[in-house]
């Protein structure tokens, strides 16, 4: 959303580093106008939640075709707010709470900073049944090697059953689809020489390709995957956005004319998102928010023991569309 408000070079380091460069905004606003009527309608047998909202500080002139092509487009929900007021974040908070099913309550601290010119918030929310689930009866007690060299003790989920199933010298994967099978869960477990973090480095589109283009399905899988939650807490994107070509944006060189004859600048992207994985299926939400300122062959069965760090996937498949990632590096008993 605030892409469609910057301009020139502060345009095109955002473009770089959401991995636009050279595309058309205008395709680009068309492509995703699409994915969100898709998802609407995409399997009655997961829900699917893609919110926006943009908050304006009250009494700010904010160009109107800004706001537009953000209801247009991404069916922002677009209000002014006193930010003053002592119960202005609160607000806000309850709309993140609301379009996470309560799953986040909290990413905005009151009281609101003077300079703060408007609130840019995306938040999504996924809960999916496996197609097939695994049995509670099966869950077991085991251990669990963790990437800091710490064993700890875990609940392993265990299905063997014919598995969308790969394998390459440097990983393995499954794939795990929710509901009608559009939706799934790829688990890639990185082999055992090879360190997750360095396996994370060499995952670019090529990557990825092959990861799925590994799979086909194959009988008599074993497949043990932890029953986890991970809660990736508040984090501030600010440096890593910067590091991949946002610099601008964050500086007094920005340009948001777009938005505002104003001078404005970025000062905080803040990111969660919380996944719990079961039995039955899996529940991811996330939430970000974008705070702008004014500017001051015969074979044995083969296995997928995830007993030890692995990425994970949740994809939109007929799209193509990656809804969440994440690696379990350590994990508890959940």
Known sequence: MTLQGAGTTTKDGMMKTLK????????INE??????????KIDKKIQLDINNSIWIKEGKKVK??????????????????????????DK???????????????????????NVAMYLINAIYFKGDWTEKFKKENTFSTKFYSGNGQTKEIMMMKRVDEIEYGAKDDFK????PYGKGKTSMYCVLPAENVSINDFIMTLDIDKWEEIKSSISKVDDV????????IEYGIKNLNDCLISMGMEEAFSDRADFSGISDERLFISNVIHKAIIEVNEEGSTAVGATVVQINEMAAPFDPPSFIANRP??????????GTILFMGKLYDCEKY
């Open 20 to 27: 636009y460069d050279g595309a058309n905004l205008n395709k």
């Open 31 to 40: 492509s995703y106008r699409y994915m969100l009527d898709y998802y609407d």
């Open 64 to 89: 109107e075709d800004f706001i537009d092509i953000n209801k247009d487009v991404y069916n922002a929900y677009v209000t002014e707010l006193d930010f003053s007021n002592n119960n202005a974040a």
């Open 92 to 114: 806000i908070n309850k709309w993140i709470s609301d379009s996470t099913k309560k799953k986040i309550t909290k990413m905005i601290d009151a009281p609101i900073p003077q």
């Open 173 to 176: 994967v499954v794939r795990l």
């Open 222 to 229: 074993t497949i043990n995957i932890p029953r986890f939650k």
């Open 310 to 319: 692995f990425l994970f996937f949740i994809t939109e498949d007929t799209t």
